[in-house]
């Protein structure tokens, strides 16, 4: 017991030391809340913290999704933190009971704050209101399993992509904080042994974590990246039938779309893989009614980037020019912001989040002095995974697209 409270002290000393060597910002000049980087630790040692998603609150801090591996279940814990605009811890909650799989993102419905899990048990969703705090307010069962993806549709209802393991069907619904189902469509993933396994492997971490997401685009149809027809497959519908009105097929779970970011005029930023190769198209036109292959897509290859990793996109507008921003993370163990011109497609400059220790994305969101706030995982000396928070501000910015 003492060599554990001893080493327990050492690592809060070390973690300590850490953080505070590790504020990117400089000039003294500069506001402490528009450039920093946190890292955070766990009171909990030996959890490894997985980056969900980010979303900055009213008071100008941020909520922080997280995910922990537990030891009394198969699927991964619930953690959400709440940071102040500076980027200082406040406080955490951990979810202990049969709420698990968080799954992005951050859903703001009737003015309050929300969130999409999983009952480890009957394995049908949740949706949880979340306060300032982080303190779960309320949790509500939806008559969905296995959720994968959540995504605002206006100011009072989201859009949910799940998967019925009785069934096998990839299913998305548009549906109210009630729960109240208004439109559903269900796809079939395909018939034989080892079909699902890609599917259940993501929700237990056993295997690769797939790039599942939903949301609609401008013309009102709705998008959901997920598996139909034995092969992962981009689909397009107006949830008005259980046959997808678009199809961009990929290879099985070796291949497809893994990020997606609807432009105007019907276009689209992506990124595609195929096996282990990547490739990004900063706007790229999509056949949204009828059926095609992603490998017919072409991109330019991103050499660097790391197999398996999430892909992140969001436009920024700077000095009233519109940007598209391509995040992901590379083979060196950094992040990178890829920013290309949203109206053209060019490619405009790139930056290099991270150093002396390894750097995963896991979310991006806009922040109120038209910055960006990076959330991702780093591993402290090489073996303990926490959350980080980068901010850079719109000078830090436009001082990478000169």
Same mark, same amino acid.
């Given at each position: 017991m003492m060599k554990l409270v001893l080493k327990n002290m050492l690592w809060g000393g070390l973690v300590m030391i850490f953080i505070t060597s590790c504020d990117i910002k400089d000039n003294k000049d500069v506001e402490p809340s528009?450039?920093?980087?946190?890292?955070?630790?766990?009171?909990?040692?030996?959890?490894a913290i997985g980056a969900v998603d980010v979303v900055q609150k009213?008071?100008?801090?941020?909520?922080?999704?997280?995910?922990?591996?537990?030891?009394?279940?198969?699927?991964?814990?619930?953690?959400?933190?709440?940071?102040?605009?500076?980027?200082?811890?406040?406080?955490?909650?951990?979810?202990?009971?049969? #709420?698990?799989?968080?799954?992005?993102?951050?859903?703001?419905?009737?003015?309050?704050?929300?969130?999409?899990?999983?009952?480890?048990?009957?394995?049908?969703?949740?949706?949880?209101?979340?306060?300032?705090?982080?303190?779960?307010?309320?949790?509500?069962?939806?008559?969905?399993?296995?959720?994968?993806y959540a995504e605002n549709d206006g100011e009072d209802q989201f859009v949910l992509l799940s998967y019925d393991s009785e069934d096998k069907k990839s299913v998305l619904s548009l549906m109210n904080t009630d729960g109240v189902v208004a439109s559903q469509s269900t796809f079939g993933i395909g018939a034989g042994q080892g079909?699902?396994?890609?599917?259940?492997?993501?929700?237990?971490?056993?295997?690769?974590?797939?790039p599942f997401?939903?949301?609609?685009?401008? #013309?009102?149809?709705?998008?959901?990246?997920?598996?139909?027809?034995?092969?992962?497959?981009?689909?397009?519908?107006?949830?008005?039938?259980?046959t997808p009105s678009g199809v961009v097929q990929g290879q099985q779970d070796e291949g497809g779309i893994s990020g997606l970011l609807p432009l105007d005029g019907g276009q689209f930023s992506l990124a595609r893989f195929n096996f282990g190769d990547h490739y990004a198209n900063a706007r790229e036109t999509l056949n949204t009614g009828g059926i095609s292959s992603v490998n017919a897509i072409e991109g330019n290859p991103m050499l660097?980037?790391?197999?398996?990793?999430?892909?992140?996109?969001?436009?920024?507008?700077?000095?009233?020019?519109?940007?598209?921003?391509?995040?992901?993370?590379?083979?060196?163990?950094?992040?990178?912001?890829?920013?290309?011109d949203a109206?053209?497609?060019?490619?405009?400059?790139?930056?290099?989040?991270?150093?002396?220790n390894p750097y995963q994305l896991g979310a991006l969101t806009l922040t109120e002095d038209n910055g960006l706030a990076v959330l991702?995982?780093?591993?402290?000396?090489?073996?303990?995974?926490?959350?980080?928070?980068?901010?850079?501000?719109?000078?830090?910015?436009? #001082?990478v697209l000169n």
């Open positions: 528009a450039s920093f980087l946190k890292i955070y630790d766990s009171h909990q040692f030996d959890h009213e008071d100008e801090g941020y909520l922080l999704l997280g995910n922990y591996r537990r030891d009394d279940t198969n699927f991964l814990g619930v953690y959400v933190a709440c940071v102040d605009k500076e980027g200082q811890f406040v406080r955490n909650t951990y979810l202990r009971d049969n #709420n698990v799989h968080p799954v992005g993102k951050f859903l703001m419905l009737g003015g309050q704050r929300y969130f999409v899990s999983m009952d480890a048990i009957g394995l049908h969703a949740y949706l949880n209101q979340v306060d300032d705090s982080a303190r779960i307010v309320s949790t509500v069962a939806l008559g969905v399993t296995y959720p994968m079909v699902e396994e890609p599917i259940i492997d993501h929700f237990t971490r056993t295997g690769r974590e797939l997401f939903a949301g609609r685009v401008s #013309n009102g149809l709705y998008y959901a990246n997920a598996f139909f027809n034995y092969t992962l497959s981009l689909l397009f519908t107006d949830l008005s039938s259980n660097e980037w790391e197999t398996d990793e999430k892909v992140k996109m969001i436009n920024i507008t700077l000095q009233e020019v519109n940007y598209t921003v391509i995040a992901t993370t590379t083979k060196n163990q950094q992040i990178v912001l890829h920013i290309y109206a053209t497609g060019d490619y405009m400059a790139v930056d290099y989040l991270g150093f002396s991702g995982s780093t591993q402290v000396v090489g073996k303990f995974q926490r959350l980080c928070l980068f901010k850079l501000s719109e000078g830090e910015l436009l #001082n």
